[in-house]
Structure formats: structure tokens, C-alpha cells
């Protein structure tokens, strides 16, 4: 009998956790979307076998900031609170997962653990940090200048750790040469660790964990957390009026967004073994509101969308006209904010949906 009354529990949740996935807080929906998305998926674990090992190392690159742009999504698209806090915990980690695997070493596959170790070590302090800023109703621009000031704290603080007095065990800080020496990512084996270089196994591992995110993300932002973050957004005192304490909802987006950027960090790190406080950086601090400013912070889809192609063409930029690189991200920024406010994949996906409902009437 205990059996038999476990299927009904079975055959209700997954039709649950389909609902999640599209539910009203995210676009795309239907077999068309994801048939789409599951051959965008196949496609993207297919092309690291039909191109050479540089490219595919440079994906890697464009992948690993994918997961801070998420967090800030969530933080600022769905809760409403614009953070400039993210490459905080993105250096937070990046140096905890050196410190950690300089000290430790790389066996047995001890870097997998030091990098999810690192995403919680910059948990922590996004938990710190942000119960202090929204249990003190810090909120609106002030929560962004004090992310920002944070920010910039930590970046001058690790800049001036050059001096050989500046050790974590054997790990030297470096200030701005910057911390190098750290292993890659290992994945233990019977006849040897399997060093997860810049290569096919390194894209394919961060790829998983971006589709896994992703989809998780989709299942938060649908769910009964997601909908009362949303209700947040667009009227905080009203929601505490229903019975919701608004602080717990931001606090509890404000982590998750943050470990993303910390995801973000181990994984740069690993990737290209160095990480340096520029990385902190106020340049630093608004690329990401840029990636998620064009695309669309509302919305998961248009975020990675919308990051992946400015990234892509911040990077051209910087190859080829470097001085202008920066410039032409802050044009864009103000373009978006004029012409596109809720981000232009946002904007073509609603005046889309407007064109099929008329023609469908």
C-alpha cells in the first residue's frame, strides 16, 4: 500500500514543476519554446566538437559571467532592488576559491569543493550585508550607492596587498598584480585527477550548470517566492499590507543573486587561474547592469540573451577599438534606457505578442 500512495504524489509534482517553468513570470511557453530551447541546448554541447580549443576556451569566458547577470536579475528584475554589489562577491570568491586550492592543493578533487565552498563564503557575506541593508530599510538609490560603496571598499582594500606581509597561508594577495598559482578545476579518476582546462569537458560542465540554473531559476521565479518578490517590485507597501515581510524576500533574493555572482567568480578564477581587484572595479560594478539592462532585466530568457551579446560584442570592441569599448557600453545603456526601458529582447517579445493576437482575432 505505501507504494501505491506514493504515485499520486509522483504524477501531481511533475506537472507542478512544468507549470513553474511557465508560469507568468518568465516568456516562453508552449512545445514550440521548448522545442527551441532543447535544440539550442543540443547545438550548444555540440559546438565545442567543430571548433578549435582557443574558441572554445573563449566561450567558456562568455559563460562564466552568464551566472552574475542571472543573480542580478533576480535581485534587481524581479525584486526591484538595483544592486552594484554583484562583482563584490564575484572577487569574494574568486580569491576564496585561490586561497583555498593554493593552500590545499588539487587532489582528489578538492577544487570542486573550494569552489562551491568560495559560493558559500560569498553567500555568507551577502547574508550579512544584506540583512543589515534591508532590515534597515535601506531601499532605492541608497541601496545601490551602498553596494557600490562596498564594492569599491574591497577593490582598494585588495589593491593594496602587495606587500609579502599579505598572506593567507601560502596564498600571497598580490594587490594589483593580482593573485595567480591557483590549480584549475580537477575531476578525480582511478588513473589520475582529469584537469578540466579551458577545454571541451571545462564548456561542457559550466554549460550544465548554466541550463540547471537556469531552468532553477525559471521554477523560483514562478513560484509562490517569485510571485510575492514581483509583488514587491511593483508595490513593497502593499505587499507588507497582505502579510509578507518584505525584508526576508529581498534578503533571501539579494543571496541567491549574490552566490550566482560568486558561481561566476570561482569559475572565471579556475578558468584563468589569476583574479585581481580590477576585477572589483567601478567599471566593473556597471558592466553587469548594463548586460541586463539590454536584454531585459525582467526576465531570465532575455538576461542570458541580452548578456551573452553584449558580452560578445564588448569583447570585439575591446579587440578592435579598444578606447571606444566603454564608451559605446555607456551609449548603449542610455539607448536602452530611452528607446527600451524593460530591455529590447523584453520589448520585440511583447509587440510580438500583440501582432499574433491580432492576427489570431
Same mark, same amino acid.
Given at each position: ?120 563564503? #560569498?553567500? %555568507? +557575506?551577502?547574508?550579512? !550585508? /544584506? ?8 531601499? =532605492?538609490?541608497? $541601496? ?63 554549460? #550544465?550548470? %548554466? +541550463?540547471?540554473?537556469? !531552468? /532553477? ?8 517566492? =517569485?510571485?510575492? $518578490? ?132
Amino acid at each position: 500500500m505505501k507504494n501505491v500512495s506514493t504515485l499520486p504524489d509522483t504524477a501531481i509534482s511533475a506537472p507542478r514543476v512544468l507549470r513553474l517553468l511557465e508560469g507568468p513570470q518568465t516568456l516562453g511557453s508552449g512545445p514550440v519554446f521548448w522545442s527551441g530551447f532543447a535544440g539550442v541546448v543540443v547545438l550548444a554541447f555540440a559546438y565545442p566538437f567543430f571548433t578549435d580549443g582557443y574558441t572554445v576556451g573563449n566561450t567558456v569566458y562568455f559563460l562564466n559571467w552568464t551566472f552574475m547577470a542571472l543573480g542580478l536579475s533576480l535581485i534587481w528584475g524581479y525584486g526591484g532592488a538595483l544592486s552594484f554589489g554583484q562583482t563584490a562577491f564575484f572577487g569574494i570568491a574568486g580569491y576564496g576559491y585561490g586561497i583555498l586550492t593554493i593552500n590545499v592543493g588539487d587532489a582528489y578533487g578538492f577544487t570542486f569543493a573550494a569552489l562551491f565552498l568560495s559560493v558559500g563564503i #560569498a553567500g %555568507l +557575506v551577502a547574508a550579512a !550585508l /544584506g540583512y543589515f541593508l534591508f532590515f534597515g530599510r535601506i531601499s =532605492g538609490v541608497f $541601496l545601490g550607492i551602498v553596494t557600490l560603496s562596498v564594492t569599491l571598499v574591497l577593490e582598494r582594500f585588495m589593491a593594496q596587498t602587495a606587500g609579502p606581509e599579505w598572506t593567507v597561508g601560502t596564498a600571497r594577495l598580490n594587490g594589483y598584480n593580482g593573485m595567480g598559482g591557483m590549480p584549475p578545476l580537477t575531476l578525480p579518476w582511478p588513473g589520475g585527477d582529469i584537469i578540466l582546462f579551458p577545454d571541451r569537458l571545462l564548456y561542457c560542465l559550466v554549460l #550544465a550548470l %548554466l +541550463v540547471l540554473v537556469y !531552468l /532553477g531559476l525559471r521554477i523560483l521565479v514562478n513560484s509562490r517566492f =517569485g510571485n510575492v $518578490l514581483v509583488a514587491i517590485r511593483e508595490n513593497p507597501e502593499r505587499a507588507e499590507m497582505l502579510g509578507y515581510d518584505v525584508r526576508k524576500y529581498q534578503l533571501g533574493a539579494f543571496v541567491i543573486g549574490s552566490c550566482l555572482a560568486g558561481l561566476s567568480g570561482g569559475l572565471y578564477t579556475s578558468w584563468g587561474q589569476y583574479i585581481t581587484p580590477s576585477s572589483m572595479s567601478i567599471t566593473s560594478a556597471a558592466l553587469p547592469v548594463i548586460w541586463v539592462s539590454v536584454g531585459g532585466r525582467s526576465d531570465l530568457t532575455a538576461t542570458l540573451i541580452g548578456t551573452l551579446a553584449v558580452i560578445a560584442g564588448f569583447q570585439w570592441l575591446t579587440i578592435y577599438g579598444s578606447q571606444y569599448a566603454l564608451v559605446v557600453m555607456g551609449l548603449l545603456l542610455v539607448v536602452t534606457v530611452l528607446l527600451a526601458p524593460d530591455g529590447f529582447i523584453v520589448t520585440l517579445a511583447r509587440h510580438l505578442g500583440r501582432l499574433f493576437r491580432k492576427g489570431a482575432g
